[in-house]
């Protein structure tokens, strides 16, 4: 039974220390606290990002 709480606590210890490199190497990137946007938000972008590209090409090349 000795080696059974080996395995549990060499699990999260694993895993500790894995999201602890992670972290390290993704320098903190990802934040969970960050809200998705809602598909209102999504839409408004894409709608700008096609006006936006649209108005560019209407004055032609000069």
Known sequence: ????????????????????VVDKLTKKKYSLDKKANT?????????ASRQAGRNNHESGMF
């Open 1 to 20: 039974m000795h080696w059974m709480m080996w395995i549990f606590w060499g699990f999260f210890g694993a895993l500790f220390v894995g999201s602890y």
């Open 39 to 47: 598909a209102n938000q999504d839409s408004a972008a894409a709608d």
